[in-house]
């Protein structure tokens, strides 16, 4: 059929999209922080699929205070740029701890609770084999009819992935989704993960939002 129609220029635009800030800390691990890293595996507990340690503040060995400085600068980075607040505040990390995985393993399918932003750094990952995927959990996704596609974006898809290196900094809304798929390759994977949560003021005084914390 043809149509009588001609088709005009049109726009698709993202709303409210998911914001998904990467870095490198561009520079190499010293030994002493690989050692302690390496160290820590003697230390973990199982986690679904994978493990992690048992020391859930790992940040605050003095070995990290380097990169925990480096950490707090992008999320600094993220709140000033992404949330933009208009009154004193900042984003604290609270919880951190460092994850493995093997080769085929897992790290389920997982948000962070009680955070705001969350963050990965990666210590030893392949390039070629290694991603970190997030689900698409929005209510257009719940409520549409499953369709087959040849064509994936970033509409369409109930998954997407990032490739992961070396070096590596990931920060993301601690209520996204995301997950590791089996692990492919001979390396063990190994991340440090961490929570944030607001300092500061957050709603407005006149409006009788206010919440100092």
Known sequence: MVSLYKMKNYNIQSLFPIPIYTTNIDRKFTKQELDFVDHQKNYCKKNE????????????QK???????FLEEHCENYLNNIICPKFDLKLQITQSWLNYTNPNQY???????????????YFDCNVKYDKIYFA????Y?????????????SWNS???WFPVETGNLILFPSSTEHF????????TRISLAFNTFYKGTLGDNNKLSELII
Not at 107 to 116: A, D, L, T, Y
Not at 142 to 150: G, L, Y
């Open 180 to 187: 590791v798929d089996n692990k492919q390759g001979t390396n």
């Open 107 to 121: 790290h389920h399918k997982h948000r962070h609770p009680n955070s705001i932003i969350s963050g990965v750094l």
């Open 49 to 60: 699929g994978n493990v992690n340690t048992i020391d859930n503040y790992i940040l605050k």
């Open 63 to 69: 070995v990290f205070k380097d990169i925990n400085k």
């Open 136 to 139: 698409n959990t929005s209510s």
């Open 158 to 160: 109930s998954t997407w």
């Open 141 to 153: 996704k719940q409520i549409s009819p499953e369709i087959n596609t040849d064509k994936y974006n």
